[in-house]
Nanobody, 125 residues
Framework: VQLQASGGGLVQPGGSLRLSCAAS????????MAWFRQAPGKERDFVAA????????FYADSVKGRFTISRDNSRNTVSLQMNSLKPEDTAVYFC???????????????????WGQGTLVTVSS
């Protein structure tokens, strides 16, 4: 699976952005998909995940209620709608795919086999 993330940019605090991740291959629906982010000098952190076949969404506490992950298996895409953005949301955002993770491990980057190249989100006035 090859992943291509897009949609990052500069936005003011309180604004919104929508990230998209396009996947190649005909087995997209069999992968759990997730978004992670990495701020300068920090570790890669879990943001949100959505289970294969569209079942179940999971969020980091820091984004719960503000971000929404979704997927379109017919178009091989996963999206992250980000609302009420804060300066602390500034990071490079990565989409990732896993065929072997379990629900309790969705937040663990080591469980993901495929990664997109990342897209930069900057929240600043």
């Amino acid at each position: 699976v090859q992943l291509q993330a897009s949609g990052g940019g500069l936005v003011q605090p309180g604004g919104s952005l929508r990230l998209s991740c396009a996947a190649s291959g005909r087995t997209f629906r069999t992968y759990d998909m997730a978004w992670f982010r990495q701020a300068p000098g920090k570790e890669r952190d879990f943001v949100a995940a959505i289970r294969k076949f569209g079942g179940g969404t999971f969020y980091a506490d820091s984004v719960k209620g503000r971000f929404t992950i979704s997927r379109d298996n017919s178009r091989n895409t996963v999206s992250l709608q980000m609302n009420s953005l804060k300066p602390e949301d500034t990071a490079v955002y990565f989409c990732a795919a896993s065929s072997r993770t379990i629900q309790s491990a969705l937040h663990m980057p080591e469980m993901y086999d495929y990664w997109g190249q990342g897209t930069l989100v900057t929240v600043s006035s």
